[in-house]
């Protein structure tokens, strides 16, 4: 039999099995004449005791037996993915091996690693490159840092001002938005129609800064998308597209505007405007691009959609449950005495979602003592199936969180070389 040594834990094996060994440096050993070419695989060997040594990560190598023994390859937790992946060439892996889920993790892993290191390496003037080369590389080199600027708001002094002042316009608009709905906000030229209260002119106050927000977020979308590498990906992006819903409308409520013109008789049209200008507080959604809370909640809720659509079901069944035997009790049995509130299953099924949630608004609830009875049940049952599956998407949260903090902290190291030079 021999040892294998790695980090201090050891591993006993047959001396049969080494030829056929799963790992590739280990059935190397089977073809060791002497002792030098021993020391040419592993770090050290005691010949008396027939052992092995390997100076490399113990736990590491733990799990990789586990593949060896379950055929099941996963990353070590807590542990980089790429020094996992350097232990798995040590040993002679491959990357197919791993689990799907590690695949696209050490996939992403390796691409943001190599964004990086390709933007902050230098080229090397030593390198015999033709003139048009140079310049498509610098071309390359010039779109890639304006696509940063524009995504990456810690990527750059540049970048976190243009996020700032993109920011602003959002409050800004937003602001407008919200005032534009109050009574007293009327102007002397739409004050008798009440359908072109919702539709200022250009003219106006509220049209000039609507006007100005609606051409800083045109040209910030046109830019991105023309230094984007995708431009098929690029139009695939969920905050793209909201961005796409919030300045579309305004273009076709002008449009609307100067085709309807000033005839209050045009009530659809009217209608129409005002739901086109509602659609603007999707700008709210843009200020993801410069938050990780909100980052991570839409990154969380991607991941979890199994836990979100498990998590529906088991309300949808509650209510469906639940809903028909509160129908039952308060409206069913006694004639004499019915709750109205409960004259139906859809009506039902709105208190039981009210109590399940434990929110209590109070505006229906039962009144017989069967009714109350389930009433308790109904609030109880709620917590329980609204806990299960709240504990996978909490530490799915945690985890996003922690890795789109990893990145902006990486990107703001870019941030510090910038402001230093």
Excluded at 52 to 64: N, P, T
Excluded at 212 to 219: D, L, P, Q, S, Y
């Amino acid at each position: 039999s021999f040892t294998l040594n790695v980090g201090g834990a050891k591993y006993s094996f047959s001396q049969e099995a080494i030829k056929d060994f799963p790992l590739r440096r280990v059935s190397r050993l089977h073809d060791c004449c002497s002792e030098k070419d021993v020391l040419e695989v592993c770090d050290d060997y005691d010949r008396e005791r027939n052992e092995y040594f390997f100076d490399r990560h113990s736990e590491a190598f733990g799990f990789i037996m586990m593949y060896v023994k379950y055929g099941k390859l996963r990353f070590v937790p807590q542990m980089c993915e790429l020094s996992f992946y350097n232990e798995m060439i040590y040993w002679g892996l491959e990357r197919s091996q791993l689990e799907f889920c590690c695949q696209r993790r050490l996939d992403d892993r390796m691409s943001d690693t190599y964004t990086y290191l390709s933007d902050e390496s230098k080229p090397d003037e030593s390198c015999n490159v033709n003139e048009e080369a140079q310049q498509v590389a610098e071309g390359n080199k010039w779109l890639e840092r304006m696509r940063r600027t524009f995504e990456e708001p810690t990527s750059s002094l540049a970048a976190q001002i243009l996020a700032v002042v993109s920011i602003l316009f959002v409050i800004v608009s937003m602001v407008v938005l919200c005032a534009s709905t109050l009574p007293d906000w009327k102007t002397a030229e739409n004050r008798s129609v009440e359908e072109h209260r919702y539709t200022a002119t250009l003219w106006e106050p509220s049209g000039i800064i609507e006007a100005i927000c609606i051409g800083w977020f045109t040209a910030e979308c046109i830019v991105r998308f023309i230094v984007s590498k995708d431009k098929c990906e690029f139009v695939k992006r969920p905050l793209n597209i909201i961005d796409l819903m919030a300045i579309t409308p305004y273009y076709v409520s002008v449009l609307m505007t100067i085709l309807t013109g000033e005839n209050p008789q045009l009530q659809r049209a009217g209608v129409t405007l005002r739901v086109l200008r509602m659609m603007r507080i999707f700008w709210v959604i843009k200020l993801a691009r410069h938050f990780i809370g909100l980052q991570t909640l839409g990154l969380t809720l991607k991941r979890c959609y199994r836990e979100m659509v498990m998590l529906l079901v088991f309300i949808c069944v509650a209510m469906a449950i639940f809903g028909a035997l509160s129908q039952l009790l308060e409206h069913g049995l006694d004639l004499e005495t019915r709750n109205e509130d409960y004259s139906s299953i859809p009506a039902a099924c709105w208190w039981v979602i009210i109590s399940m949630t434990t929110v209590g608004y109070g505006d229906m609830y039962p009144i017989s003592v069967p009714g109350r009875i389930l009433g308790g049940m109904c609030v109880v049952s709620g917590i329980v199936l609204l806990a299960l599956p709240i504990t996978f998407i909490y530490h799915s949260f945690v985890q996003c969180y922690h890795e789109l903090k990893f990145k902006s902290a990486r990107y703001g190291r870019s941030l510090s070389n910038e402001y230093l030079n």
